[in-house]
């Protein structure tokens, strides 16, 4: 490690032009390449790619085209009733509007047993397409849909029935809410869709109602349409990130003023920046507090506002820069800083088009972790080399010697932590092997900007001062000669009074926080992703608590599904189906139970039911049931070949049966059961094991037969990273811990440094899962990746403090003088940098989709919490390492300070 500091000290000092040019080099090809890595369409394949809930969804699209999308229409009246003459009203104009209009083009053909648009007032208007008489009053609706009702197949009587809200009442009939669907056919194409999704909404809008009803349309494919919104937010928010960490960077780099005037202009150029970040803010802000802030502000449109905030921070940079020569040092060290950071993002980017051209979720969270290190390796090395020049050192000795001495700790926080997130290049979770090696490869990018590029750049610049005697070093001292790290100083009372009592505490909110771990819950909604001011979400929370109305599961089946023993066993799953919880079914008068939805036996059945009411039978699919051997339980022998019941059945139905069976090279290969289930996203895993166990039975007959659908694809996603996560935890601290103890064993004979450096990391970790807990904070997707960024910041924050520690313990034989004057540099140096990060992202937490707030909350933090650790808890846990070695008499812990006084260290 010392090689290599060295060799790069070497290098900025001899040939610092040569690390500006090809930075930016660098730079120019990887920042081009950076920009084409953009996250994938299909996020769930980078978590589950070989899981089977996914091919088979990807089988059915391939096999029987792309799936329809529903658009569901909730009525609402001023009555409390929507079973009235309004609502029939409201519900013919609907239909008109959305047939009439752009939206027709694309919506799926009516038949017998589907329909286009289905109103919660189908029965009326089914009653009054066979003749009945318009209705002229709400009792005459209500006798008209009572009737109707009687008259629609026992079968679709509960999809009818759904289209009511809770507390709907079919016999007397009457409901607060009604539902509408309306189905239109999907496409391959993301944008396409949402296009079609506008299109019907806009139609809806379009629709004539009378005063008394209100139409809320509501898709998935809507919340997609309205995507340039959250991304307009996303942006807001981030570029707000950005300002407020410039802000506070320009504060912890300040060089004390010695003039009013400076100090003026100081103030001046800081409230500039402050109001630059209100103006980005006050948009969100206003959205998030209607009440209390104008509503004109939410409408203010983001590249005037970021116009605006660019002009005002300019204007401060440029007037410290031409007015003030301490400023113009705090300008230079700022947006040098900032710059180096956009530089590791960008190399980091064009590294991942490169090695995988997708970017997956989890990826799209790594900025957040360099910048958080870009920030804590920059003020360490600004840090150390103000504190040189300040001593009388010449540039290019304060550039070597921050590097030398800064750099050593840094080669080992990098070199740990990138080792510890390499470990999930093995993981068989596509998106978690990716982030392990982006991460490795953005802080080993950060590492070596930050020891190159900015001592550089920072050197060409005070050189030429120098020479021309223009450097002014004063106000440059750290330390003791600023607030926060004299602040962060005295806290040197715990390990030096307290260590004990420290230690102690420590480990038991360590045990709380385990606790609290345990009790984690796991959730995925993408109802978390609409923002909470839309008025999608209000509409998508009230039909989700409100409504019955039934999505579709699907079981794939796949094999020889045209041999005797196949349909005995697709019959007998399909029969079990209907025990399983949330799986909608209907009871026949004969006492027979059957699962409702477009399955293939259900369409099947209805073909062959001979019954005197059923206007679907086919006598000529009958006989030739019959010559297979089809039975009164509907069953075949087992060695029978029923391809030619199929092949009368596709002959005389292609339609019906085009959604159901698959033909492929002269055989038929594939069947598809949709079940109308309402298990939701709260119930996916339940009812995916439930019909899985209902169609073991065409799995023991030699059929591949799993159950898939969205929620359920979620629902896996979501445990499949959940599960990893512990394994990819244990790993990452384990290489960390192991490179850590054979660091410490090679450079000072102890071992034992290595684990007390990595305990306080994995007392973080707990602390940060059990506030989750307490805070009622899901496990998700993005709240995932919050262990990783505290090990991520964690690792280094406590190198920091162990490293200066055994600097300033070569120096002072008296351990506690050394503490606290490691907690005044270093200590005082990660507080600027955590409050740095803290501020900058703690801004998320005004986000209105409920993942980013939770997410800016828990980064704030999980950085305070790390920052807790590593100028608190680990100092202790050091001092009692080393009275434990002083009262066992062993003098080789001063075997530092020994050398010193003889002037025999470096």
């Known amino acids: 490690m010392k090689t290599l500091v060295n060799s790069l000290a070497t290098a900025v000092r001899k040939l610092p032009w040569v690390v500006v040019a090809v930075t930016i080099a660098v730079s120019l090809v990887l920042g081009n390449l950076g920009s084409k890595f953009v996250p994938s369409e299909d996020q769930n394949e980078s978590f589950a790619p070989d899981a089977a809930e996914l091919t088979a969804a990807e089988r059915i699209g391939d096999l029987f085209g792309g799936t329809a999308s529903r658009m569901q229409v909730m009525t609402s009246s001023s009555t409390g009733d929507v079973i009235t003459l309004d609502g029939l009203l409201a519900a013919n104009a609907l239909d008109q509007s959305v047939r009439s209009g752009p939206a027709g083009e694309f919506l799926v053909k009516d038949t017998p047993q589907s329909f286009a648009i289905l109103s919660y007032l189908a029965p ?194 440029l007037m410290w820069t031409f007015t003030s020569k301490k400023l113009r040092r705090t300008t230079s060290d700022t947006v040098l800083t900032f710059i180096t950071i956009l530089l590791a993002i960008q190399w980091m980017s064009g590294y991942g088009y490169l090695r995988f051209e997708d970017q ?183 039909l989700d608590q409100r409504f019955d109305f039934p999505e579709t599961t699907s079981v794939l089946v796949q094999g020889d599904i045209a041999a005797g023993s196949a349909w005995n066993a697709m019959l007998a799953s399909y029969l079990d189906a209907a025990d399983v919880e949330t799986v909608q079914s209907i009871t026949t008068p004969n006492g027979l139970t059957f699962p409702t939805g477009n399955t293939f036996m259900g369409v099947m059945f209805q073909l062959l039911n001979p019954a005197p009411d059923n206007d679907q039978f086919d006598p000529e699919l009958f006989n030739t049931a019959l010559t297979v051997g089809f039975d009164q339980q509907r069953m075949v022998p087992d060695g029978a070949d029923v391809s030619p019941m199929y092949d009368v059945a596709v002959a005389n139905h292609p339609e019906r049966l085009a959604g159901v069976l698959v033909q492929e090279n002269g055989a038929y290969s594939a069947a598809l059961f949709g079940f109308d289930t309402t298990a939701g996203e ?32 979620g629902d896996l996603v979501v445990r499949t990273l959940r599960n990893s996560q512990v394994s990819s935890l244990l790993l990452t601290l384990g290489a960390a811990l192991l490179l850590l103890v054979i660091n410490f064993w090679f450079e000072s004979r102890r071992p034992m440094l290595g684990v007390i450096t990595t305990l306080p990391v994995v007392m973080v970790v707990l602390w940060v899962f059990g506030l989750m807990a307490a805070f009622g904070i899901p496990f998700g997707p993005i709240t995932a990746t919050i262990s990783a960024i505290g090990i991520g910041v964690g690792i280094p924050y406590m190198i920091h403090v162990t490293h200066r520690y055994l600097e300033e313990r070569a120096e002072r034989a008296d351990g506690d003088e050394a503490m606290e004057r490691t907690l005044t540099f270093t200590g005082g140096a990660l507080a600027g940098s955590a409050i740095t990060t803290i501020a900058g992202f703690g801004i998320l937490i005004i986000s209105t989709t409920i993942p980013f707030r939770q997410f800016g909350f828990v980064i704030a933090y999980t950085i305070l919490l790390a920052t807790s650790a590593a100028v608190l808890v680990l100092p202790s846990m050091l001092a009692l390492w080393d009275r434990f070695h002083r009262n066992r008499g062993d003098v080789t812990i001063d075997a530092y300070a020994v050398k010193a006084a003889l002037g025999e260290s470096d």
């Not at 899985?692 to 023991?700: G, L, M, T, V």
């Open 682 to 713: 709260a119930g996916a895993e339940r009812v995916a094991t439930g019909l899985n166990a209902a169609f073991q039975p065409s799995r023991d007959a030699g059929l591949e037969a799993i159950a898939t659908s969205n929620f359920i694809i």
């Open 360 to 542: 997956s979720q989890m990826a799209q969270i790594l900025p957040i972790l360099l910048i958080g290190l870009g920030v804590d390796y920059s003020i360490h090395m600004s840090t150390r080399y103000r504190q040189e020049l300040s001593a009388g050192s010449s540039v290019d000795r304060s550039v070597s010697v921050a590097i030398r001495t800064v750099g050593i700790a840094l080669v080992l926080a990098t070199l740990t932590t990138a080792v510890g997130f390499l470990t999930n290049v093995t993981s068989a979770i596509p998106a978690l092997a990716e982030f392990g090696e982006l991460a490795a490869v953005g802080i080993s990018f950060s590492f070596l900007l930050m020891l190159t590029f900015v001592p550089a750049v920072r050197q060409l610049l005070d050189r030429r001062a120098e020479r021309r005697g223009r450097l002014d070093t004063e106000g440059l001292e750290g330390g003791e000669g600023r607030i926060l790290p004299r602040i962060i100083g005295r806290t040197a009372v715990l390990p030096r009074q307290f260590a004990v009592a420290t230690v102690i505490v420590a480990l038991v909110l360590t045990g709380v926080g385990a606790f609290g771990m345990t009790k984690l819950s796991t959730k995925f909604s993408f109802l978390d992703f609409v923002p909470t001011t839309s008025p999608l979400r209000d509409t998508a929370v009230t």
């Open 124 to 317: 009326v208007q089914f009653a009054i397409q066979g003749g009945a008489p318009m209705p002229t009053s709400d009792a005459e609706v209500k006798a008209l849909y009572t009737a109707g009702l009687e008259q629609i197949p026992p079968e679709s009587r509960p999809f009818v029935t759904g289209l009511l809200s809770d507390d709907g009442d079919p016999n007397s009939a009457t409901s607060e809410l009604g539902l509408t669907a309306i189905s239109y056919e999907g496409s391959d194409d993301f944008d396409e869709l949402a296009n079609r999704a506008k299109a019907v909404a806009e139609s809806v809008a379009l629709a004539e109602v009378p005063g008394t009803i209100t139409l809320e349309p509501f898709s998935q494919e809507l919340i997609f349409a309205s995507g340039d919104d959250f991304q307009e937010e996303i942006l807001r928010l981030f570029a707000s990130a950005g300002l407020i960490i410039l802000l506070v960077l320009a504060t912890v780099f300040l060089v004390k003023p010695s003039y009013r005037k400076d100090r003026l202009l100081f103030v001046g150029g800081v409230a500039m920046m402050a109001s630059a970040v209100a103006i980005v803010v006050a948009p969100a802000l206003a959205l998030v507090l209607p009440d209390l802030l104008p509503s004109s502000w939410a409408d203010a449109t983001l590249g005037s506002v970021l116009s605006i905030a660019a002009i005002l921070y300019l204007v401060a940079f």
